[in-house]
Structures are given as C-alpha cells and as structure tokens.
C-alpha cells in the first residue's frame, strides 16, 4: 500500500522495536556518544510548576540526538554495504548524524539535502563528510519540486547504496530511544515525558523505552502548529500529512510520519499536542538567559509542550521529563526570534 | 596608605588567603550551590590544539561564580551585622551574588549599582532582593560622576551596615577559590590555567587553589585590552588603575585591582595579559555554535586568552584549564557581537 495520506498503519511492524532493540543499541554506541547530562533550572521548574529533567541532546554529539540512531544503523551494516556506501536524506541534524558517523566508521556517504537548510547545519554535514571516504557529497535539492525520497531512492538505485532513512528504520528507532532509556538510569519513574516529532524516531523510540523503564508515564509528543501532521494522524488513526510547513522549527518540518513511527506512536504514546512558534520562539530565549544553554526551536518543543499543558490546566505530574533534541541553530536568527516571542502567551 | 595608582602592595596580606581557607569555603557553601559541571569539546580542543577543560561558572547559581564569595562571605557574619544587613557595589554579577545569598540566608542587603549595568543584571538582582528582608534596595549611581566605593562606604556608615566587597576581601577570594578547587579535583593536574580579571577575586582564588592543588600549573591572569589595569599592575609591581574602559566585558570594567588581590596576583599567579573586544565576541559565538553554551563575554576572556597565546606560538601544554565565569548576557546584544566578531584575528 502506499504511504500517502489516509493510509492505514500496519501494527504487525511495532514488534520490530523492542525495548531489547534499544539496550541493544545503548550498549553498541556507549563510548563512542556522549552521555548527556540530565539538567534542571530553577526557572524552568517555576515556569512548569515541577521538577523538569532536562536530557541535554543539545550537548550530544553534532548537536543532537540524530547521531544516537544514524551510528546505531551504520555500525550494523555488512561488509558489502559498507563498501558501497549509505545514503540518506535530511534537513540537518540527520544530515550531520550520518555524515559524523560515516567519518567515524570509514564508510561513504550521500546526503541528499533541502536547499532552504539551516546554513549552520550545511556547513557542519559538509565538515564532517570532508573527512568521511572519497565519493562522500552533499546533493542538495529544491524542497518545492523534488520529493526528497524520491531523489534519494533514485541515486542508492543508480549506485547501490544502502538507504538509511531519518526515523523510519527500526535500527535508527532504536538508537534513538537511548537518550531516554538514558534519562530513566539517571533520574528514575517520571510522571510525563514530552518528546518533539518531526517524522517520530525520537518520539517512538523514547515511548519505547518510557513503556519498558516508566510503565506509569504520559508520553506525550510535540509538534509544531503548522507541522502538525502527526496530532491529526494521532486522532485520525490513518496517515495524515502536511506540506511544507512554515515553522521555526526546522527540526519538525517533516512532511509525515513512517510505517513504522505511526504505529509506534498510535501504540505507546498517550497524547499529541502542537505549540505555536511563538512559544517555541520564548523557550528559546528563555532557556538561553536562564539555562545559559543554547536550544534549537524544535528542540524546545518538549517543554513548550509541558509549559502550554501548565498553561491550559491539565495536570502533568510533579516529576516531568523533557528531552531537549537539539541545539544547532543560526544565531542570526535570534532578532527574528525575540520580535516573535513578543506574541508569545 | 591611599590606593591610588602607584601605591605599593602590601605583601603582608597575602598570609590571609591561605588554601586552607579555600578548603573551609568549599565546606561551608558545599548543598547550597552548584558544583558546576567541567565540560569539553571537540572545536575548543581543535581550536586550542589541547585538552582544554571548561569549569562552567555559567552554570552556576546566579549564572555566575560570585554567588561563591557572597555566600562564603554572608555566611560568616555575627549575630549583629546579619541584624544590621550588608552592602556592596558591583556592575553585576557581584550584586546577583549578594542578593541571591541574601535572600537564602535571611540577611537584608543593600546594592549600589551603576546605572549603565547591563538590564539583565539590574532585574535579575532585583527579582533576588524581592525574596531578602524588607529594606533591602538597589541604589543606582551614575558611573561618571560618584565613585562606587565612596558612595558604598557613606551608606554603610550612615547605617551601620557590613561591606562586602566584590573581590577585595579574603573570604570572598576563598568563595572564589573553591571553582577552581573543583575543577583540580575533577581532571587533576593541568599545565596552564587561564582566569578571566577583573578586580582578580576570581583570579587571586583560583592561584591560590592551583599553587596547592597543581603546584606546576602556569596561572595565567587575563583581561580585555581597554581594562589593562592588572596587566600593567603585573609588569610594574605597583598598583595601576583605569577609568570607565570601554569594553563588551561588562564584568571586568573594574577600576583597579585590590589590597588583597594585588599582592595574591603578584605572589600566585605567572603571566598577566590582555585579549580585544572582537576576540571576545568571536569565542562568545563559538561558544554558542559549537558548545551550545551562553557564556557571558567577561566569561569568555580565559578562553580567549588561551586563544591568543596560541595564536602566537606560546607554548600552553596539553592539558588546560579555563573557569568560565559567567553567562549573563543581553540576547538583544548578539548581533552586535557578530559585527565586532568580523574583526577578530
């Protein structure tokens, strides 16, 4: 069947990531990743009302949590593969998680890459790929026109690569649910857990681990409101997609879920919810003046997830969790960031 | 003897800051403060060509190491001067420090601040100073006309009221000093250590825990280049001071060093030196990009100094230290500093 809107999801496929997968995953990449720290802010809690945990994937490697899943798939790769390369298609933090990867392992790689790309996360995939193998190069295209799965399906046909997809593959799945496997060694059962999705890796794998370490624990995923193809498919429960959207949060400008995220979602998430740009925009700032860290907009999804929950409300537990996805963002952007807070609620 | 430029220090002092007092500080504010995270990065290491260790005084309470000597400080207070309530003068940091410890501790405190403080040190002190005991108030005077000290001075006997300075008194260099106590005990010995200056509290503590802690560590003291007055102090053995210096290094525009630091700078520390405004705002943006940390440009001067003696084929060694010391920035400063960082070398 095809993956277009109003497709129905195959449940058969959530039994490909297991708890199991991800402990995999976790003891595959440990000492090559960092593991972040779990941090807290006084203002945060006030803000949230809770003792928030922050898993820094901002401080991760390349930036963000990307890395987790894109080494977990390469390392698994045969011989042959290997050889032949990968390739993979990305906005940015994906881009850059295989292209880290790639000069890490010694394998060639592809990127095939959005022209409207963050400039930051451009320049980063191509100085990581700089030291990846001969052959390794960035194929950037005009998101209005071409559908970047199809290009990318199209160069691995012509020159027998090894697709390894953003979010939709189970071994990415995996490693990207160690962050939170990695936040519950550390702090324990939470209440809730807010996670950002752009295509679902993030957000399946850490209900994955949520369900296995935290049985008692909302998850619950962020998107942004323009973006907010995944909250209709939550409620819909058929694939539902969005074009292009107009968001900040470049991070979560994915056009869909997968075969494999929509179920994981439908299955182990309790709840999906959108915040607007503008919230994104305060989080940002906020969290620079007071954190002193620096946050991408989609990465700040999450706790503009928990703080609109706050807002309207709804009671979200005294122990919240929150993973930060990334921190890669073009500091020129930051005037634009405080007009836009300004509409902020 | 007045301190005035050309006045001899008076080595005597120096018997006052011991590390034993180091040691009973560290004791003493140990749970009441953070016990700041040391972080690494790849591009800091790339951009050093060393091993470079970050204590991340951003990260600190107050997002700044002067929360240490303030609470040292006001925690040793009598029965009578706690009654009687303290007073400081400070651009900033110093002030967040002492309202914060305040407001902990019960104590009332009064703050003289110049006008031309940085807004986000004015509100975050007087959001500190809401929670201390009534009476406590932030005086502001304009940096051109009063002396601060004068002006601190008048009110404190007017009152009956305890100084307590920003950096010129040995507890509060001990506070200081329990940063880079930390940072030693963590990653053990280093071959250089570089410390931003400004009245050299922070500099005159981390010599005094460095000669005890990691005896063949080269201290390196630095300051930016319009507020060379320590520098030119180092190389003429006598105090030397600077009027208003125009730098984006808010926290070190300090007028001249102390009675106590002087001479500590003097005895402890191996090398003073001085790095521009544009190197400043150039490390701030890396800092940000790469480490997803908001440090302050005054936080950033250690950093920048270990920069330049590179740059300049000085042999720093392979293991370095560097105590950020804060990261209270204006966001609304950014693009400014992307300007001024077009001029870095």
């Known amino acids: 069947m095809e993956w277009t809107d109003g497709a129905t999801p195959d449940f058969a496929l959530t039994r490909e990531v297991t708890f199991d997968r991800v402990r995999d995953a976790a003891a595959r990449i440990v000492g090559r990743l960092h593991r972040t720290p779990v941090m807290t802010c006084a203002a945060i809690d006030e803000l949230i009302g809770a003792q928030v945990f922050l898993k820094c ?15 977990n798939a390469l390392m698994q790769l045969g011989d042959e593969q290997r050889e032949r390369g990968v390739l993979t298609f990305s906005s940015g933090n994906h881009a850059q998680g295989i292209a880290h990867a790639a000069a890490t392992l010694g394998i060639k790689a592809v990127i095939v890459m959005p022209r409207n790309a963050p400039e930051i996360k451009l320049n980063a995939t191509r100085g990581y790929l700089s030291r990846a193998p ?11 026109e071409a559908k970047r799965e199809e290009l990318g399906r199209q160069i691995v046909e012509e020159r027998g ?42 957000l399946s794998g850490s209900a994955t681990s ?13 998107e942004p409101e323009a973006g907010d193809d995944a909250t209709r498919s939550f409620a819909d429960k058929v694939l539902r997609t969005v074009r ?17 995220t929509l179920p994981l979602i439908l299955e182990r998430v309790d709840r999906m919810m959108t915040v607007s740009d503008a919230e994104l925009a305060r989080l940002v700032l906020l969290c620079m003046s007071r954190m002193k860290l620096v946050i991408e907009p989609s990465g700040v999804l999450g706790l503009a997830g928990a703080a609109r929950d706050v807002r309207e409300g709804r009671e979200i537990g005294g122990r919240v969790g929150v993973i930060v996805s990334g921190g890669n963002m073009d500091l020129a952007q930051i ?5 836009l807070a300004e509409g902020a609620p």
């Open 57 to 71: 994937e901002n401080l991760q490697r390349i930036g963000a949590f990307k890395i987790r899943g894109a080494t």
């Open 134 to 144: 001969e052959g390794s190069e960035i194929v950037l295209f005009d998101p209005d």
């Open 161 to 202: 690569m090894t697709l390894v997809p953003p979010y939709d593959h189970p071994d990415v799945i995996a490693g990207q649910g160690t962050a939170a496997m990695e936040l519950f060694e550390e702090v324990g059962e939470l209440d809730s857990l807010y996670v950002c999705c752009g295509g679902g890796g993030l």
């Open 210 to 222: 949520a369900r296995a370490m935290s049985p008692g624990c909302t998850v619950v995923g962020v």
């Open 244 to 260: 292009n959207p107009d968001t900040i949060a470049d991070g979560a400008r994915t056009p869909y879920t997968g075969r494999y």
């Open 335 to 339: 005037p634009e960031l405080m007009r």
